[in-house]
């Protein structure tokens, strides 16, 4: 299993980044898909999650109405759509394959001016 994610950087209050987490090993389409963040100091926190058929989704409340979890099961591809970003979404993002050990190495993402 591989989970690699990609699109972290630097961005302005109230800019907008894509992170995409490309999978493979597994059968992609079967399982449910998730992304964490985890901020210096604090906590891992679940950010978003999507069913295997991506008709599903459910938000951390912190990014509810400004974030968006998608798939595209064809590509092996799981997307975050961060909109509206705050300095407190500054954070490492990781793709896991949902309720299990499989992480990606992270991507940085700084929200600051």
């Known amino acids: 299993v591989q989970l690699v994610e990609s699109g972290g950087g630097l961005v302005q209050p109230g800019g907008s980044l894509r992170l995409s987490c490309a999978a493979s090993?597994?059968?992609?389409?079967?399982?449910?898909m998730s992304w964490y963040r985890q901020a210096p100091g604090k906590e891992r926190e679940l950010v978003a999650v999507i069913s295997s058929a991506g008709g599903s989704t459910t938000y951390a409340d912190s990014v509810k109405g400004r974030f968006t979890i998608s798939r595209d099961n064809a590509k092996n591809t799981v997307y975050l759509q961060m909109n509206s970003l705050k300095p407190e979404d500054t954070a490492v993002y990781y793709c896991?394959?949902?309720?299990?050990?499989?992480w990606g190495q992270g991507t940085q993402v700084t929200v600051s001016s």
């Open positions: 896991t394959r949902y309720n299990s050990r499989y």
């Open positions: 090993g597994f059968t992609f389409s079967s399982y449910v």
